[in-house]
């Protein structure tokens, strides 16, 4: 049994305890925020042992194994250096860092303690992102053209909020353009070679819609990445045989694979109740193994998109 313990008690972690509660070999037995209240009402609702009012608190308990990270992206460097200087194995939710070099840094650490390491892209373990991946590699669209992607929802413009503060590492590339970077490059099976964006900045100073073209080895690829306005949150991938439509990329649960006249001709479709069960799987593995980074989401995917990060949204 590996025991993981929660650090953040906010919506993101409530998922994260409902894939864990699916995951036979795993379970939570702490859980720590920066207010003990908070972490004990949090603990109550979902049937954790243990509360802790700090994190230090949690990271002496010899009874964690793995720790989850869910708090704000702005705290994620300083918990990461913190969990794995304690000897626990991590998992932590996306954007992982804001940096290139932070990312490096946290990856080093983990391999000078032995201790596991990965970001919570938990899009990448999903059964339907495994057989996009297939049908690609098995050449099912033929050779692969060009691929677009779009993610968009009308965010509340709270400025104190995470999504609009610069503080709490707010801005659209942050929250939502890691799904469609990470998944186009896992589907494709191809890095980025380089990208161009053109950005438009809300009043506080993140970035709030963003138009990334990046280029994957020859493919061109683009995303549309927004907190001002709906979108369908698809993914295309054109190829000279056939396409493949992601459809809600990554919360549904189907893909749809399409002949030249845009007629389906297979499908893969997998009812999930909790879409983090499968990443956790991977933890839990690659932890039994003794594993220190996972093959699918490893650290050079988190390395590639803090660059991308690191360079854009400083004018680079």
């Known amino acids: 049994m590996i025991n993981f313990g929660i650090i953040g008690a906010g919506n993101i972690s409530r998922e994260f305890c409902g894939g864990l509660r699916e995951v036979p070999n795993a379970q939570t037995v702490a859980v720590a925020a920066q207010d003990l209240k908070r ?12 509360a802790y009012g700090s994190y230090l608190q ?8 793995v720790v989850y990270i869910g708090n704000t992206t702005n705290l994620h460097y300083e918990t990461i250096k ?9 998992i932590c939710e996306k954007a992982m860092v804001e940096t290139e070099a932070k990312a490096v840094e946290c990856f080093d650490l983990a391999r000078e303690k032995g201790c596991f390491l990965m970001e919570a892209m938990w899009s990448r373990f999903m059964p339907k992102s495994l057989k996009v991946r297939e049908w690609v590699q098995k050449g099912r669209i033929g050779e692969l053209v060009a691929m677009q992607a779009t993610i968009g929802n009308n965010m509340e413009k709270d400025p104190s909020n995470r999504f609009y503060s610069p503080e709490l590492g707010g801005g659209a590339m942050y929250d939502l353009g890691v799904y469609p970077i990470d998944l186009l490059t896992w589907y494709s099976g191809r890095r980025i070679s380089s990208y161009t964006a053109q950005i438009i900045t809300a009043s506080t100073g993140v970035d709030e819609t963003v138009s990334l073209n990046m280029d994957l080895e020859g493919v061109p690829a683009n995303a549309m990445i927004s907190f001002n306005a709906p979108m369908p949150e698809d993914i295309w991938l054109y190829g000279t045989k056939a396409a493949i439509r992601v459809p809600r ?19 893969v479709s997998v009812p999930i109740r909790y879409g983090m069960k499968y990443e956790i799987e991977e933890v839990v593995r690659c932890v039994e193994e003794g594993r220190l980074f996972s093959d699918i989401a490893s650290p050079e995917m988190t390395i590639s998109s803090s660059r991308m990060y690191d360079k854009l949204l400083r004018g680079e």
Do not use: N, Y
Not at 58 to 63: N, P
Not at 82 to 90: E, W
Not at 249 to 267: N, Q
């Open 58 to 65: 949690l990271l002496t308990d010899r009874s964690v194994d």
């Open 249 to 267: 990329a990554h919360w549904g649960t189907d893909a749809i694979l399409l002949d030249k006249s845009m007629k389906e001709i297979d499908r």
């Open 39 to 50: 972490a004990e009402k949090f603990a109550k609702e979902q049937g954790i042992p243990k």
């Open 82 to 90: 913190l969990c794995l200087t304690a000897g626990k194995h991590v």
